[in-house]
């Protein structure tokens, strides 16, 4: 059965610092990976989503790394910002049995202060 | 704008009482599914469609009805509403004829007393 780790569970920098959050797994059969965030009482947004074949994703300060034989994706937030504080979850879905139901994380709660 | 749409935002149930909670796409995502998430629990899954017609189970099926009768819905019933059930449920969907992920409502927060 796919694990899924995130490490660590919560995170308090400085604004301006460039951070890394960790979504480690077990099973590399991996379909692909999403990033989501949740802002406190809301929602998951999606952030970036990394195909099986790719080995990262960028979208603005964000940039989502998949390194399936180490069985880890990293999401890397550059210059944060107070704005960056949120709930950071990854979603794994998997290669076999249906590739529509995936194993998350339990997140990386986030506190940028000023 | 598109997406998937919860109703309602909030809820207080009496135990014993049943309601619908509401779930919306104009996607044509063929996939839909609940999950309750509470605080140290992660996001559970509790029942998932692929296909209007089409049901099975999540991880935590008991207590909890749903149908899909439409591409469109996929309303998530509580028979009778326990406070176990107090949560926060989150509605997603997905096409899954693409590589795209999972598309998640805003939520319905539910307080059973």
């Known amino acids: 059965k796919q694990e899924v780790t995130q490490i660590p569970a919560a995170l308090s920098v400085p604004e301006g610092e460039n951070l890394v959050l960790n979504c480690s797994f077990t099973?590399?059969?991996?379909?692909?990976l999403q990033w989501f965030r949740q802002d406190p009482g809301k929602g998951l947004t999606s952030l970036l989503l990394?195909?099986?074949?790719?080995r990262e994703q960028t979208s603005g300060r964000l940039n989502a790394s998949l390194d399936k034989s180490s069985g880890r994706s990293t999401l890397y937030i550059a210059a944060s910002q107070p704005g960056d504080s949120a709930t950071y979850l990854c979603a794994l879905f998997h290669a076999s049995g249906g590739s529509y139901i995936p194993t998350f994380g339990r997140g990386t709660s986030l506190i940028v202060h000023p | 704008n598109a997406g998937v749409t919860q109703t309602p935002k909030f809820q207080v149930l009496k135990t014993g009482q049943s309601m619908t909670l509401q779930c919306a796409q104009d996607m044509n995502h063929e996939y839909m599914s609940w999950y309750r998430q509470d605080p140290g629990m992660g996001l559970r899954l509790i029942h998932y469609s692929v296909g209007a017609g089409i049901t099975d189970q999540g991880e935590v099926p008991n207590g909890y009805n749903v149908s899909r009768s439409t591409t469109e819905d996929f309303p998530l019933r509580l028979l009778s509403a326990a406070p176990s059930q107090t949560s926060v449920y989150f509605c997603?969907?997905?096409?899954?004829?693409?590589?795209?992920?999972?598309?998640f409502g805003s939520g319905t927060r539910l307080t059973v007393v």
């Open positions: 997603a969907s997905k096409d899954l004829d693409s590589v795209y992920g999972y598309t």
């Open positions: 099973d590399s059969a991996i379909y692909n």
């Open positions: 990394i195909q099986s074949s790719q």
